[in-house]
């Protein structure tokens, strides 16, 4: 199969590297350059993956499908101009749907400065089927992309600011060192799976049945473990917490009518109080969803058994006690990139999932003035003394 051969070394080292000219336009760039800084207004600056290297994952959260859906279209195109022809194919029509089927793992903001590089002459893109990198400015000295061919010797890729090269992601390439100025690429690896919206390149292959693979991280850094939050109590007394009840199979139920009937319910944490125990607690966040209350899980439960279980458990004597959350997915493509396609519109008005003032995007991002739909938000201490 064309897909067992494009993650075989050998051969990959036989296809050539494709060079597109001219692939982006300057106004493509700037929009990169946009999508950049919304990033890290919303999820901070990333912290350097090695000396001289930084990188900004553009599809953490779907922003980049969202925000620049026609740029994300036309880039994903790229993806049938990689060289098959040292691949024997079953049948003609294998490739198209090989790479039809593909969807991008990450879309990664490389920024090089003096002294980056990626030195490894034998480096490859694990799991990924086609990868291609876009070269976003000139003016750097240094940083030469360099593939290692089958024959064992080493090939240079010169490409400037705008063209696109193309290549199987299991074929060795590799950074020279950078000896002047900033060098930065666009990053695309596209593979066998959902397309990702974690804040990191996602090491694991995940299907969601059609939908976007969500990663349980919102952070741009310490991401191992992040989808688990666990707070333990040893005080007796009100905790500090409201928590949200809504329908566990659609979140945007919360009708009381409905949401009390019997169905399974998801609860999240409404409100952290000041000058409680929850407040103590950073890791504590309105957002979380509460799978388990002093080591019992909630799943599938009602709204009366879960109201029952955390009357019980907090207004009992019994400590410490200790409850199990999980963070929601990262979510951005509610957020508006100023001066993105089509004038700015392109995306959906409304906020982000992490709620962030609109001075601190003012310069990017803007939050749309239409409020959110109304929830009926349930205060612990409303709830038979679950919580306070």
């Not at 279980?309 to 207004?315: D, T």
């Amino acid at each position: 199969m064309l897909s067992e051969q494009l993650r075989q070394r050998s051969v990959a080292s036989l296809a050539r590297v494709v060079h597109i000219r001219r692939f982006l336009k300057q106004s493509d760039l700037a929009l990169v350059g946009r999508l950049e800084r919304a990033h890290h207004e919303l999820l901070g600056q990333p912290a350097p993956a090695r000396p001289g290297w930084t990188t900004t994952y553009l599809n953490a959260g779907g922003l980049f499908r969202a925000a620049a859906p026609k740029l994300h279209s036309r880039l994903a195109s790229l993806r049938h101009e990689v060289d098959l022809k040292p691949f024997e194919l079953a049948n003609p029509g294998e490739a198209h749907e090989l790479l039809h089927g593909l969807e991008a793992r990450c879309i990664e903001l490389h920024e090089g400065r003096a002294g980056g590089s990626l030195n490894d002459p034998r480096h490859f893109d694990n799991g990924s089927v086609v990868t291609v990198d876009v070269m976003l400015n000139d003016g750097f000295s240094g940083g030469a992309l360099t593939t290692l061919e089958a024959d064992g010797s080493t090939q240079v890729h010169a490409f400037a600011a705008g063209d696109a090269l193309v290549f199987p992601s299991y074929k060795y390439h590799s950074v020279g060192r950078i000896t002047g100025g900033v060098r930065r690429t666009l990053v695309i690896e596209y593979w066998r799976g959902d397309e990702s919206r974690c804040n990191h390149r996602s090491e694991v292959l995940r299907w969601a049945g059609g939908a976007p693979c969500l990663c349980d991280d919102a952070r741009t850094t310490g991401y191992a473990d992040a989808d688990g939050v666990t707070a333990v109590f040893d005080a007796p007394g009100p905790l500090g917490l409201g928590f949200g009840f809504a329908d566990a199979a659609d979140p945007a139920t919360r009708e009381r009518r409905l949401v009390e009937d019997g169905r399974p319910v998801a609860v999240t944490i409404a409100e952290v109080r000041p000058g409680t125990q929850a407040a103590a607690r950073p890791q504590l966040e309105p957002g979380l969803r509460l799978t388990h209350v002093a080591g019992a899980p909630i799943g599938g439960l009602g709204f009366a058994a879960v109201d029952a279980a955390l009357g019980r458990a907090v207004g009992g004597a019994a400590r410490p006690l200790e409850l199990r959350f999980l963070r929601p997915p990262l979510d951005l493509t509610r957020v508006r990139v100023v001066g993105g396609e089509g004038g700015g519109t392109e995306g959906e008005s409304g906020e982000a999932e992490r709620e962030e003032s609109s001075a601190a995007r003012a310069s990017e991002c803007e939050s749309p003035s239409s409020p959110s739909p109304p929830s009926r938000e349930r205060a612990a201490s409303e709830s038979r003394g679950a919580g306070g």
